[in-house]
């Protein structure tokens, strides 16, 4: 656990159940209408399962009854709430299995306990309702405003934290790109189907989610569509930050428009770096050692974080962590063997027939398997997983921009992976559990250089 992250038992009520989303309340930072707000606009963000449930017409009612003026104090703003929270029961039979459901169903009680509020009570405000307050001025500008100012205090830089003569914390990577292909925390490459939403990271201090889509109607080729990242609230470091992209929208900001953690002590050690604008966003939260680089290329996004051992495996006891993709992979009947695929693809071409589609699709026009190989060696002349993935991608949707996924994806590994020597990862032969040529070739050198220097010690030895 990082030092002197302890949540309090406030922020542990708040915790929405096995979903891996987080619902924070007003604490020392937002007001009951930005609460309500940030509650309204996260669970509006996760479509509903099933057509038939009604979640998002209460998240929209909800957010219209707080939107435009301040509630007049607990007591309206606990009318809101019983009025969601009426609205939100009454689609449990059509939305019993559905995550923004059990969401709203948590925050409601989660914001009820906060303000007090009771659960019997009007549900509608009052006919007429007295004009607005006067605009409040806004407060006056704080370090936390000010990319360039202090940093905040030393338990807001994670390394800084540390017990003083504790070895250097051991950094990993994950990676998500294509079609879509993973690359665990442990350094595990997979290729994976996951269509619709999946948990990529949840521990106590951020939460990642992915939404994946078919790239071409009817084949099992999917790409990511949506991502969103709930940085949590953060002792006197960062108020709760939602970040949120999906296809032609990577904004250089949070969705409270902020570029940094708010306006706590160390609010700068979390912000938002826009590296190329609408294409590259760079996300630095120094305050758990943590780097985060989204991209768009092409139609899809891709998404790479540099993480710290502790802070990956900081979870809660109860939690299901089951679908922490970035740490347990994906789940094997999610799995596809591209192996299989590959050689498919290459024997269809010996036979002189078209390219195969993705796996189990009927075959659709596109690259060829010399073809895909030699678009692939252009970026990625070495023969790893990302060169792999590359000809994968282009057999499976024929969308030559995943070409460029797959070689930011490893450009991002080199910047964020800190051990240069698994920078690529190579094939492993499924027959021998060996690395492919690359890897045995390293492991012969390895062996040799080995052997060499024992029979160089007897020799020494023997001399003496």
């Keep these: 656990m990082v030092r002197g992250s302890m949540p309090s038992q406030r922020e542990r009520r708040g915790?929405?159940?096995?979903?891996?989303?987080?619902?924070?309340?007003?604490?020392?930072?937002?007001?009951?209408?930005?609460?309500?707000?940030?509650?309204?606009?996260?669970?509006?963000?996760?479509?509903?399962?099933?057509?038939?449930?009604?979640?998002?017409?209460?998240?929209?009612?909800?957010?219209?009854?707080?939107?435009?003026?301040?509630?007049?104090?607990?007591?309206?703003?606990?009318?809101?709430?019983?009025?969601?929270?009426?609205?939100?029961?009454?689609?449990?039979?059509?939305?019993?299995?559905?995550l923004a459901f059990h969401l709203a169903q948590h925050g409601i009680e989660d914001l009820m306990s906060q303000h007090n509020c009771s659960k019997e009570g009007p549900t509608t405000p009052p006919r007429t309702k007295p004009p607005p307050p006067p605009t409040r001025p806004l407060p006056p500008q704080t370090h936390g405003d000010d990319p360039d100012g202090p940093d905040g205090p030393e338990v807001c830089h994670y390394e800084r934290s540390l017990p003083r003569h504790s070895a250097p914390p051991n950094y990993t990577h994950c990676g998500f790109f294509g079609d879509p292909h993973l690359r665990t925390f442990t350094d595990d490459f997979q290729t994976c189907k996951v269509e619709g939403a999946w948990p990529l990271i949840h521990n106590k201090y951020l939460s990642v989610q992915v939404t994946n889509t078919p790239v071409i109607p009817g084949s099992s080729a999917t790409a990511t569509s949506k991502l969103t990242i709930i940085f949590k609230n953060f002792q006197e470091c960062v108020d709760q930050k939602m970040y949120h992209a999906e296809t032609d929208e990577l904004p250089a900001a949070f969705a409270d428009g902020s570029k940094n953690g708010g306006e706590r002590h160390g609010a700068n050690t979390l912000r938002i770096i826009e590296k190329v604008p609408g294409q590259h966003v760079e996300i630095q939260a120094r305050y758990i050692g943590t780097t985060i680089v989204v991209r768009q290329v092409g139609r899809y996004l891709t998404f790479a974080v540099r993480m710290p051992e502790e802070v990956v495996n900081s979870m809660e006891d109860q939690d299901n962590q089951d679908l922490y993709l970035c740490l347990h992979g994906c789940p094997n009947n999610q799995r596809i063997d591209f192996r299989t695929f590959r050689a498919h693809a290459a024997e269809s071409q010996a036979r002189g027939r078209a390219r195969p589609g993705s796996p189990g699709s009927p075959p659709q026009p596109g690259f060829t398997y010399q073809a895909a190989v030699a678009k692939c060696k252009e970026r990625l002349p070495v023969e790893d997983m990302y060169f792999h993935s590359c000809v994968f991608d282009l057999l499976s949707s024929g969308d030559i921009n995943f070409t460029l996924a797959a070689f930011y994806a490893l450009e991002d590994v080199k910047v964020l992976h800190s051990h240069k020597d698994k920078h690529h990862i190579?094939?492993?032969?499924?027959?021998?559990?060996?690395?492919?040529?690359?890897?045995?070739?390293?492991?012969?050198v390895l062996l040799l250089s080995l052997l060499a220097s024992v029979l160089w010690t007897e020799g020494c030895s023997t001399h003496l």
């Design 15 to 98: 915790a929405l159940s096995r979903a891996g989303w987080m619902v924070m309340g007003k604490g020392a930072g937002p007001s009951a209408l930005e609460v309500g707000k940030i509650l309204a606009v996260f669970l509006y963000l996760f479509p509903a399962v099933s057509l038939q449930c009604k979640i998002l017409k209460c998240n929209s009612e909800f957010w219209a009854a707080t939107t435009g003026s301040e509630p007049e104090g607990d007591v309206e703003f606990c009318t809101a709430l019983r009025a969601y929270n009426g609205c939100v029961r009454r689609t449990a039979r059509t939305c019993r299995g559905d």
């Design 426 to 444: 190579f094939e492993r032969d499924p027959r021998s559990g060996t690395a492919g040529l690359q890897g045995s070739y390293s492991a012969l």
